[in-house]
């Protein structure tokens, strides 16, 4: 492809609304043009960006055995209604009224769809498993949408869905698709982690998400470096400490704590460390009434854990926990309390001695506390605190580190959430009607290429890997229009490389050089190869890596080797 | 491909609902699977021939210099209200509001964005011309969606945006479309015929649209078998007889014809021929009143062509033809009226002698009646009639045929109906702005597929063109889970026709013969190879094209040179 027969249309100063760098970058670049909020039109450099990584994708769901088909993007609201969403999906849900008054939505994911088709199309047992997919545009009403194409309103997807005739069959499949999103990742050229998640709306059992890790990341990550342990920080377990408790060796003694109400603050008064403190989060449970729940003074109550143990719960009002401990919050602690009073312990808490706690009378704790001497052992000793940096992998192969990432895939075991609602049965082999499980696996196409704009870029511009950069190869030359010569050599070059099967740009622009370095270097181009007189007279080219810091001349005659070599090590 | 790895589903008989040919076989054959009125899934068999449509589309949009990216299919109402067809589009416009109660519509053409983009990034005449594509899911809201996905409400369509320095730019590159059009539908196997076209409600002047030609379709077409000549009925000219008008021969005499209102009638009564008659339509212009038009009593008025002649204009009321005429319609005609009402012949009238017309007297017609003795030459003489089978074709080479197509392609030159509206400039060689030139050009890449199917069927279902079949051959094994030799030879056939390019469907299901060669003809596939013991024994398979009346046996060695010839030569 030649600059002069394609379009590409670069930009100096990003504009103003655009917050994060890929967003910033893709306007620069012009691999995008923004037409509303949220919504974009992908130019012809975004668009082979974007269809390369569309290809990827379908090449690898092709290679797992799924088969494409392509379902509407306007779907009739009945079948919504059927499994519930109707109501429960909140205004993301584009719902509209077509000429007739009927009621539809924009599908922004389409298990119902999917089931509905199923349902009509299959009967039998010996038609299963069947895995469908598609690549469609697909809308969701976002209230704020930003980053550019990473929380835009349209967008472009592949979902897939399952189908088993049981659970084990689904977890194959799932597993397989574990295996092929990795592999997709991995071809695209991304630094990624598999994450179990939650299953936040779409329902179901067992998940995963797929996240391209990036600084700037929405979602925290717990992962373990030495193996492939990662959870979203919400799910991942801390395992109560290897030590046991140490035995007890202060006596209790009350101190005064004026004004100190937060265990940092205590602790600094007293000159120990936070890790030396508990605090005593009371809470009121929808069930049972007022409970406290014990934290080492440096972790965070996890709210979902807790929910977990001790049922739904809010926090108590201060009136409550006067009327409960006689004491005002700030001072609060689980000595001496009445023996009515639940108290859930955090493992970390349970193996702790000689601490320093709340002594339910205002301004005052009490130090070198121990449990079964100077309180009860908890009465319950669970896991509700968010892991931090260095706890231990709950897999046992080392010790928890965080990061960030951007979602970009996500696999779901449905069970049978939408073909019970829908009623998509099977004939098993004894002609007895059985529910079908279900697996539904998306990747976020658009997504992707800000998460891997997000992963990598520099000061001068995108860092694309090669697998999804616009082209694998610039050719700039130096005087295209002044120089028979130069002319000829970058012209035999685009020739050689497009032979070679090398997707690659020749810059015939009539611009500065530097112009053209930057416009190459601002849109990603992982390869560039420059053409002047000087080295064309000694058989030479000009050979940089985007990520290179200096140039370097490389031998014209092996070119092509030098950068298939390049292309392949990838 | 194995069916066993693909998904197939065929019905014995199509839905009730579906009207037309095309529409019941895509059911049938599996292709689509209706959701709701207009709107379908595209099924994985449907899919493979949407896609390869795509293609073909694609790669010589690509070759023609055309340059894809791709528009929203959401896009906000104000670009709509720039160009005024927010107000002027019907219901078939889908509007909705989004969370924010913002207007939006779901663009069903993008003339607004692709000239909104064009605005914003083209400055320059350096930049012109340049021409972008996508190929994008559109919705229309269709008031009566029928005929499956050629009047579908979502469906696939390539639209291009053409933008020029000057209108003989535009008219270069509307010829080059005109060319890769044809060059398109050449390429997908059909039938098929550019054809003039009116420029309906996307505007501008000069118009083309391609039409597959099959009985079933909606549109009527005149068209000239021994040149390029077509031309929707409506704008088909009709010239004027080859030979002069005749000298009188008969003397005018007054014939009662009781009862008789109807040209055919009174030719029938009198023993003449409707081509002896003429009618006179009484007709009330917007500005001038009454006038008559003639046209011989076998052809019909064209109200378009009329309008062009004498204005805005509606059928006179029986009162307002006694007024003008004293006597009531069926027995009206030229001879002896006011000299101040208009008589405007057609041309083929006006080379009449000797005719017949109504007698301005109840129940009574004149016979022998000639012009400039009989009653004045007309005030004006003019093609205001529909053409018919056998009329002189307007280029001169023949004469006219008269057939159905189904219109799957449409190019405009749009001249600046839009960049006025949207003021879309460019800065010319000296510094001044000037409103770009602009061609828009569509295919229905869905549509084609139904109108493919109307143009190729029989009894056993539908006969694709080789270049959008599903698949180009089929393998059918008799006895592949039975015969050790029929398998082994089956996979080694399959993976041979593999290797050699060929897009190839294995029928490895434990089916009847008879039912896995009524799906593969069902389904369309071109070219079938049955291997069976038999054959095998004597190293022949059998081989049968989708049109053929008999299989024959060929030599296996032979087999995969003898479909690549077939496959080429297709």
């Known amino acids: 492809m030649r600059t002069s027969q394609f379009f590409i249309s670069t930009l100096k100063e990003a504009p103003s609304d655009a917050e994060v760098i890929s967003h910033k970058l893709m306007l620069r670049a012009g691999l995008i043009k923004r037409l509303a909020g949220g919504i974009y039109t992908w130019m012809p450099l975004g668009l082979k960006v974007l269809r390369k990584v569309e290809k990827v994708v379908r090449e690898e769901m092709d290679r797992a055995g799924a088969i494409e088909l392509l379902m509407p993007a306007v779907v009739p609201a009945e079948l919504w209604q059927e499994t519930g969403r109707w109501e429960k999906y909140g205004p993301e849900l584009l719902r509209f009224k077509d000429r007739h008054q009927r009621d539809f939505v924009i599908g922004p994911t389409h298990e119902e769809v999917i089931t509905d088709v199923v349902r009509k199309e299959i009967k039998s047992y010996r038609q299963l498993p069947v895995h469908f997919y598609q690549v469609q545009s697909k809308f969701r009403d976002e209230i704020r949408p930003r980053f550019g ?47 179990a998640a939650d299953t936040g709306s779409i329902g179901g059992t067992g998940s995963h998400e797929f996240h391209v890790l990036a600084d700037s990341g929405e979602d925290a990550i717990a992962f373990c470096p030495d193996s492939d342990y990662a959870a979203n920080v919400e799910l991942a377990e801390a395992l109560a400490p290897a030590a046991a408790r140490a035995a007890a060796s202060q006596a209790m003694t009350k101190v005064a704590t004026p004004g100190k109400t937060q265990c940092a603050d205590v602790a600094a008064f007293l000159g120990a460390s936070a890790e030396q403190t508990v605090k005593a989060v009371a809470v009121m449970r929808t069930e049972g009434g007022f409970a406290l729940l014990l934290l080492r003074g440096d972790h965070e109550l996890n709210e979902i854990k807790a929910e977990k143990i001790i049922g739904e719960f809010r926090f108590a009002k201060d009136d409550e926990i006067v009327a409960a401990l006689g004491c005002k919050p700030g001072y609060i602690g689980p000595v001496g309390i009445k023996a009515d009073i639940p108290v859930i312990a955090d493992r970390t808490v349970a193996a702790m001695a000689d601490f320093i706690c709340g002594a339910n009378e205002a301004e005052h704790h009490l130090t070198g506390v121990n449990f079964g001497r100077d309180l009860p052992e908890p009465g319950q000793v669970a896991d509700i605190r968010n892991v931090v940096e260095g706890d231990p992998s709950p897999d046992g192969k080392g010790q928890l580190g965080l990061c960030r990432g951007i979602e970009v895939g996500h696999i779901f075991q449905l069970r049978t959430r939408y073909s019970e609602a829908l009623n998509c049965k099977y004939l098993d082999e004894n002609g007895k009607e059985q529910i079908m499980e279900m697996g539904c696996y998306g990747i976020g196409v658009s997504r992707i290429v800000g998460a891997a704009i997000e992963q990598g870029n520099d000061d001068k511009g995108i860092v694309f890997p090669a697998a999804i950069a616009p082209f694998e190869v610039a050719i700039v030359p130096m005087g295209y229009h ?47 190869i420059v053409v002047g007189e000087r080295g064309l007279a000694e058989g030479k080219l000009e050979y940089k890596g985007r990520r290179d810091a200096e140039a370097q001349m490389v031998d014209a005659a092996g070119i092509v080797a030098l950068l298939q070599g390049k292309l392949c090590a990838a």
Chains 1, 2 share one sequence.
């Open 149 to 195: 194409v990473m929380r835009g309103r349209e967008f472009l997807m592949k979902d897939g869905y399952s189908f088993h005739t049981s659970f084990a069959d689904l977890e194959r499949e799932y597993k397989h698709m574990y295996d092929t999103y990795c592999r997709i990742f991995t071809r695209l050229g991304l630094q990624f982690r598999a994450v």
């Open 482 to 528: 002044k120089s028979e010569a130069v002319k000829a050599a970058a012209d035999q070059l685009l020739a050689d490389l497009k032979a070679a099967g090398i997707d690659v740009l020749l810059d015939d622009r009539n611009e500065r050089p530097g112009s053209m370095f930057a416009d190459m270097e601002l849109i990603g181009i992982p390869h560039r």
